[in-house]
């Protein structure tokens, strides 16, 4: 489960390495990389929401 | 990517074995996908034309300070149809016509998996097109809210509103039906061996848009639903006299609105990464970053909705949240940019039309992208909010972009769809007189947005005069070049100039490599191996 979030931690960048997306295609299921998409991004927003809330404390 | 079945196997055997309808019945009944695609592109050219004239006559307008032509009711009706023509009636359908046409050839199946609703999905936009258009012959003439039908405008016109709300209804459920038809046929129907990571990045890109479709389509429903029931039914949704909230419509339509700007670049994303590696005879740089960075932009798209209302009272942690996620979808969306430029980088390069169009695509698109970056800074925002920049922007990145890219698709596949070349110099010259023209008209809408000038007005002070008169010289120009575009096409289906199989050196997918020119009615009976 962690390799699918950190492909998907790089995707969100947009960039993966071949040797990297290689192992992927071989490992991850899709079903792990989109569960580990949408908590990502749910992470990603709960983030940015910290971010705004310690500049506007 | 190869197959073991010798090329053009399966290909063209059926042909003459069972007739199909002629004529309009033909068309009427079709479930066969290319004869769908070919609807839905002919439809699109025409809404684009009948949008387009919108568009003229709001820039003949607009020429001189004071009111010429148009009267201002007139005027605000002009500027909403022609958004609405655009966004559901030109370029979401063509891009639903290049889906029919390509992706069963792209992924080796012999068409799409729901044929006959494919066939429904068609034929539904057509009565919403003729509403949208019949609605300016209604008393108190077509909606004038703009596009985006907030209320409390949209509440207070006429029977136009109803016959908009329904247009944009049949458009969803079509839409929705397209949708899951493109879902099933990518997950179910590809050859053996074409497995998610070989298919060719179009697919990639629609089979993520029609996700995209799928989640907001029902938003849009529920948002006009909502309007209808406010105006006949007695609610107050977005009534703030019974109770309700006008921004709340701005957040639910704001919420398909701007996966919505995706559902329309993303398509183009894909036909983008055909053409540069085809005629840069180079594969694309990154393919597995490009599928990445697709499906980031999707999800990403879903958070940043709020950046289209900061003017309208949102807290300022809203505000503040929307900026950042706003600035950051640029990151996977700078990430494309960079694979396209490298995927050139020291390639065998020849510069046809299509590869133009993209290379057009790519760096005005860049500009829309930028000009998106400085909307999104909440102070600059509040300053430039309804002003002709937002015009400039958002025409950089769906006319130069998707608009673009769907010239750059249509010559690239003509061959394959007609069996005939295009006239090169035409399509050239329609590039140039394009690219001329569009950045005469939309350039320098920027400095008048800068400037101060409102959008969506019939009448100017005088000193937008000058800029307004440059942008509407551009503005024909770019319009009356695209009648080239329109003669090519005929003339390239009507000429005898045959063209290969593969007519592009560098164009590696299964319609390239195993199909001929012009494709045949039925494709693929026995899937292709892929290795």
Same mark, same amino acid.
């Given at each position: 489960?962690?390799?699918?979030?950190?492909?998907?931690?790089?995707?969100?960048?947009?960039?993966?390495?071949?040797?990297?997306?290689?192992?992927?295609?071989?490992?991850?299921?899709?079903?792990?990389?989109?569960?580990?998409?949408?908590?990502?991004?749910?992470?990603?927003?709960?983030?940015?929401?910290?971010?705004?809330?310690?500049?506007?404390? | 990517?190869?197959?073991?079945?010798?090329?053009?196997?399966?290909?063209?055997?059926?042909?003459?074995?069972?007739?199909?309808?002629?004529?309009?019945?033909?068309?009427?009944?079709?479930?066969?996908?290319?004869?769908?695609?070919?609807?839905? &592109?002919?439809?699109?050219?025409?809404?684009?034309?009948?949008?387009?004239?919108? #568009? $003229? #006559?709001?820039?003949?307008?607009?020429?001189?300070?004071?009111?010429?032509?148009?009267?201002?009711?007139?005027?605000?009706?002009?500027?909403?149809?022609?958004?609405?023509?655009?966004?559901?009636?030109?370029?979401?359908?063509?891009?639903?016509?290049?889906?029919?046409?390509?992706?069963?050839?792209?992924?080796?199946?012999?068409?799409?998996?729901?044929?006959?609703?494919?066939?429904?999905?068609?034929?539904?936009?057509?009565?919403?097109?003729?509403? $949208?258009?019949?609605?300016?012959?209604?008393?108190?003439?077509?909606?004038?809210?703009?596009?985006?039908?907030?209320?409390?405008?949209?509440?207070?016109?006429?029977?136009?509103?109803?016959?908009?709300?329904? #247009?944009?209804?049949?458009?969803?459920?079509?839409?929705?039906?397209?949708?899951?038809?493109?879902?099933?046929?990518?997950?179910?129907?590809?050859?053996?061996?074409?497995?998610?990571?070989?298919?060719?990045?179009?697919?990639?890109?629609?089979?993520?848009?029609?996700?995209?479709?799928?989640?907001?389509?029902?938003?849009?429903?529920?948002?006009?639903?909502?309007? &209808?029931?406010?105006?006949?039914?007695?609610?107050?949704?977005?009534? #703030?006299?019974?109770?309700?909230?006008?921004?709340?419509?701005?957040?639910?339509?704001?919420?398909?609105?701007?996966?919505?700007?995706?559902?329309?670049? $993303?398509?183009?994303?894909?036909?983008?990464?055909?053409?540069?590696?085809?005629?840069?005879?180079?594969?694309?740089?990154?393919?597995?970053?490009?599928?990445?960075?697709?499906?980031?932009?999707?999800?990403?798209?879903?958070?940043?909705?709020?950046?289209?209302?900061?003017?309208?009272?949102?807290?300022?942690?809203?505000?503040? =949240?929307?900026?950042?996620?706003?600035?950051?979808?640029?990151?996977?969306?700078?990430?494309?940019?960079?694979?396209?430029?490298?995927?050139?980088?020291?390639?065998?390069?020849?510069?046809?039309?299509?590869?133009? =169009?993209?290379?057009?695509?790519?760096?005005?698109?860049?500009?829309?992208?930028?000009?998106?970056?400085?909307?999104?800074?909440?102070?600059?925002?509040?300053?430039?909010?309804?002003?002709?920049?937002?015009?400039?922007?958002?025409?950089?990145?769906?006319?130069?972009?998707?608009?673009?890219?769907? =010239?750059?698709?249509?010559?690239?596949?003509?061959?394959?769809?007609?069996?005939?070349?295009?006239?090169?110099?035409?399509?050239?010259?329609?590039?140039?007189?394009?690219?001329?023209?569009?950045?005469?008209?939309?350039?320098?809408?920027?400095?008048?947005?800068?400037?101060?000038?409102?959008?969506?007005?019939?009448?100017?002070?005088?000193?937008?005069?000058?800029?307004?008169?440059?942008?509407?010289?551009?503005?024909?120009?770019?319009?009356?070049?695209?009648?080239?575009?329109?003669?090519?096409?005929?003339?390239?289906?009507?000429?005898?100039?045959?063209?290969?199989?593969?007519?592009?050196?560098?164009?590696?997918?299964?319609?390239?490599?195993?199909?001929?020119?012009?494709?045949?009615?039925?494709?693929?009976?026995?899937?292709?191996?892929?290795?």
């Amino acid at each position: 489960m962690m390799d699918a979030f950190r492909a998907v931690f790089w995707s969100f960048f947009g960039v993966r390495k071949k040797k990297e997306y290689d192992k992927d295609a071989k490992t991850l299921s899709p079903q792990a990389v989109i569960a580990a998409g949408i908590v990502s991004t749910l992470l990603f927003v709960l983030a940015l929401l910290a971010l705004v809330k310690f500049i506007t404390r | 990517m190869s197959a073991a079945v010798p090329a053009h196997d399966s290909a063209h055997h059926d042909d003459h074995a069972h007739a199909h309808p002629t004529g309009l019945t033909r068309w009427l009944f079709t479930t066969n996908h290319k004869d769908i695609g070919t609807l839905y &592109l002919f439809f699109a050219l025409a809404m684009f034309f009948l949008g387009g004239s919108m #568009a $003229l #006559a709001m820039r003949a307008e607009l020429f001189q300070p004071g009111l010429q032509y148009l009267n201002p009711e007139f005027f605000n009706s002009l500027t909403t149809v022609h958004g609405l023509v655009m966004v559901f009636g030109a370029i979401m359908p063509a891009w639903v016509g290049f889906a029919n046409w390509l992706i069963p050839m792209q992924i080796g199946a012999a068409d799409m998996a729901f044929p006959r609703m494919n066939n429904w999905s068609f034929w539904l936009v057509v009565p919403a097109a003729i509403l $949208l258009v019949a609605s300016f012959f209604v008393p108190g003439g077509a909606a004038a809210s703009g596009w985006t039908l907030y209320p409390p405008l949209i509440i207070q016109q006429g029977i136009s509103i109803d016959m908009t709300i329904l #247009a944009v209804h049949i458009l969803g459920a079509s839409s929705i039906m397209g949708s899951i038809n493109i879902i099933t046929t990518i997950l179910n129907l590809r050859a053996p061996g074409m497995t998610l990571m070989k298919m060719p990045l179009f697919v990639w890109t629609w089979l993520i848009t029609a996700y995209l479709l799928i989640a907001v389509m029902p938003v849009l429903a529920g948002a006009v639903t909502m309007l &209808l029931t406010d105006r006949h039914f007695g609610t107050s949704f977005f009534n #703030a006299a019974g109770g309700g909230d006008p921004t709340m419509f701005m957040h639910i339509f704001w919420f398909f609105g701007h996966p919505e700007v995706y559902i329309m670049i $993303l398509p183009a994303f894909g036909v983008v990464s055909a053409i540069i590696p085809a005629f840069a005879r180079k594969p694309l740089f990154g393919y597995a970053s490009m599928v990445y960075a697709t499906a980031s932009i999707a999800l990403l798209s879903f958070i940043v909705w709020g950046h289209h209302m900061f003017t309208v009272g949102m807290p300022a942690a809203g505000n503040l =949240f929307f900026m950042y996620a706003t600035m950051l979808i640029a990151v996977p969306t700078g990430v494309k940019i960079f694979n396209w430029i490298a995927t050139m980088w020291q390639g065998s390069m020849t510069f046809e039309t299509p590869m133009l =169009f993209s290379i057009g695509f790519l760096c005005l698109f860049t500009i829309g992208g930028f000009s998106g970056l400085v909307l999104a800074v909440v102070p600059v925002d509040i300053t430039l909010h309804n002003t002709y920049y937002v015009v400039a922007h958002f025409h950089y990145v769906l006319v130069s972009g998707a608009l673009f890219a769907l =010239f750059a698709g249509a010559y690239f596949w003509l061959p394959k769809f007609t069996g005939n070349m295009y006239n090169e110099s035409l399509g050239k010259l329609h590039f140039w007189l394009s690219v001329i023209g569009f950045n005469i008209a939309f350039f320098p809408q920027h400095f008048l947005g800068l400037a101060g000038m409102p959008r969506r007005i019939p009448d100017y002070a005088l000193q937008f005069a000058e800029w307004n008169m440059w942008s509407s010289i551009g503005a024909f120009v770019f319009g009356f070049s695209q009648l080239l575009f329109l003669y090519n096409v005929i003339e390239c289906i009507r000429s005898n100039r045959k063209a290969a199989d593969n007519p592009w050196e560098g164009a590696d997918t299964l319609e390239w490599t195993h199909l001929p020119s012009p494709a045949p009615y039925h494709t693929f009976e026995t899937a292709p191996v892929v290795k």
